[in-house]
């Protein structure tokens, strides 16, 4: 169940509380952590707790800026995600190296503490993370910072709802575009998206050389995997080819999905994410499964 823990916030403010759920799984397996995307909650990860956990204890949690979690916003940059990350795990005291899974927002910073912090990261797993931006993706974006900038989070749910989940799933279950959107609203706060995207999407936080991902890619030494819908208009499975690529790493490109892989196609992207940590010497034919589509 989810509840808080104190970890050390930025020097001026002292202490702060996070808010995470931790499972307990079995014994001896390496302890994952799971990093959501940027209005992700804990919440978001309810289709894949209870699954990954029953062969390993598995960590989610709500990032500075995201949820309930308490923690300044005065700096909510990549650097302190990636400190606030590892504060959090030894907070609690797991283990490392242990296996990292992040996902868009939170892909970027599980590649940036694999980068930066190799020592904690044993294998890593991105999902709707790409080389770099297309002029898609970057306008898509501006009209994200749009929407922000009229004061209203329900905009923001609103206007990005279409570009991060994929037609087929949208067609299919209509009846959760409401809910989606006031998930959003209620589980998050104005103030905290927009110091995320101050921080992390903003103009200069995006064109700073230290948290590219092409540039962290050729940092990483873990094994890695990168996974993507092939309706991915974020990070489209060009860019995702081309970051693992840079890794040395498998990829696979999901049909039919969008950004949000781990919740469109939850079951093969939970078995491939699976295979490749559980794998003996990870490579691309050890995420082979089911007929899943892999490149």
Known sequence: MPAFVEVRDSPAKGVGRMRYDLRAGQ???VPLLLIGGMTQTISSWG?????LSTTRTVLAYEARGQGATELSLDDAS????????????????????????GFSFGGRVALGLAAQRPTVVRRLVLSGVGHGRSVLSRCIVEGWRAALATGDLECLARVSLSDILGADYLEANATMVEPMVKAVMQRNSYEGISALFRDTLGRDAEGGDTWRPDLLATQVRAPALVLAGA???IAPPVEVRALAAAMGAAHRIFDGAGHTVPIEAAEPWRRAVLAF???NEPSVEATISDGDRLH
């Open 277 to 279: 940590l559980d794998a």
């Open 78 to 101: 990549f650097e302190r995600h990636i400190e606030d990350a590892e504060n959090l795990i030894r907070t609690l005291e797991l283990p490392t190296p242990l296996d990292v899974c």
């Open 47 to 51: 289709g894949q707790l209870r699954p």
């Open 27 to 29: 014994n001896g397996a």
């Open 231 to 233: 309706q991915d208009r």
